[in-house]
């Protein structure tokens, strides 16, 4: 390939199809090529090559997978591999934790930032259970470690609760349960998205009444919110203990403890949809400057590190 070319992976629903023409009209400007669509889910490998829609992966300079709702396995295992010889974003490494609900508590703990309390508990361990439901004062979130958009997340509420849930949980193919502590909180919470280490943008959203999750999912509704500075830096460590080049935290303030703590790590935090940008909600233009600018960085450093192996 002569000019820098960047594979890319962009969901189209929810305004994704104007996010992405605006970030390869931005890339041509910059004398980048760009090629979308590039879905590991209809890859082929062979004999060393993956080919994507007729593309070779390897030959990529840099490949944005950005599409949480249609990942598949096969699709997030290639991507794994392409990580290993075209640089991806995210990098597939830090992707792969902050997937994983208990390694970014795990990890975030370790470096300092709070988390909501959790356990994980081997799946025979009951006695364990009963005991995460005793140190949690009677009320624990049950999560599956690779969930989102709040799916599967279970809110258990004393011991009787716990043997009716356990019943259903056993019947899964999991080996262990991650559990957290319920946080008491005002039921609403700030998404701050972060490219490159940058603060680019953030919301609130809000659970529907009666309910706890603030999912949009899960029936959540989204408001303009504006952080303070104690927000976005819990926001940028977060996601630079993961290693993130792209991030979507979220920060919830638990009343008991008096003090932010960070919920969860998202790894393909959405655009604002036209929906909500409607509300006042406009941080897209720049996120996807951070975005672009991260992008012709990448696929710079690669034809540095090739220029200095040939040479």
Not at 9 to 24: D, F, H, S, T
Not at 172 to 194: A, P, Q
Not at 243 to 265: F, N, P, T
């Amino acid at each position: 390939m002569s000019l820098s070319t960047v594979g890319m992976w962009l969901y189209r629903n929810g305004g994704g199809e104007q996010i992405q023409r605006k970030i390869v009209h931005k890339l041509q400007d910059r004398g980048i090529k760009c090629i979308t669509g590039l879905d590991l889910k209809h890859a082929q490998v062979k004999n060393g090559a993956i080919n994507c829609n007729g593309v070779s992966m390897d030959e990529l300079d840099a490949f944005l997978s950005y599409n949480a709702g249609e990942q598949t396995p096969y699709q997030r295992y290639l991507y794994q591999m392409v990580s290993h010889v075209t640089p991806t974003i995210n990098n597939f490494d830090s992707f792969a934790i902050a997937e994983d609900k208990f390694q970014t508590s795990h990890l975030l703990n370790l470096h300092g930032v709070t988390t909501p309390d959790y356990r994980l508990v081997g799946r025979d361990d009951y006695e364990g259970l009963k005991q995460a439901m005793t140190d949690f004062g009677g009320k624990m979130i049950y999560k599956p470690v690779d969930g989102w958009g709040g799916s599967g997340i279970v809110k258990i509420e004393g011991e009787n609760a716990l043997k009716t849930v356990l019943p259903f949980i056993e019947q899964t193919e999991l080996r262990y349960f991650y559990l957290e502590k319920f946080v008491t909180y005002d039921n609403t919470d700030y998404r701050i998205d972060i490219v490159d280490g940058k603060f680019v943008g953030c919301y609130g959203r809000k659970a529907p009444k009666g309910e706890w999750k603030t999912n949009i999912t899960s029936g959540g509704s989204v408001f303009v919110r504006e952080p303070d500075q104690e927000v976005i830096e819990l926001a940028i460590k977060s996601a630079k203990i993961l290693g993130l080049e792209i991030a979507g935290v979220d920060i919830i303030y638990d009343q008991e403890r008096e003090e932010y703590v960070v919920l969860e790590v998202n790894t393909i935090p959405a655009f604002a949809t036209p929906e909500q940008e409607q509300l006042g909600i406009n941080f897209n233009q720049h996120k996807i400057d951070a975005l672009v600018n991260l992008l012709e960085r990448t696929v710079h450093y690669k034809a540095r590190e090739q220029t200095i192996k040939v040479a």
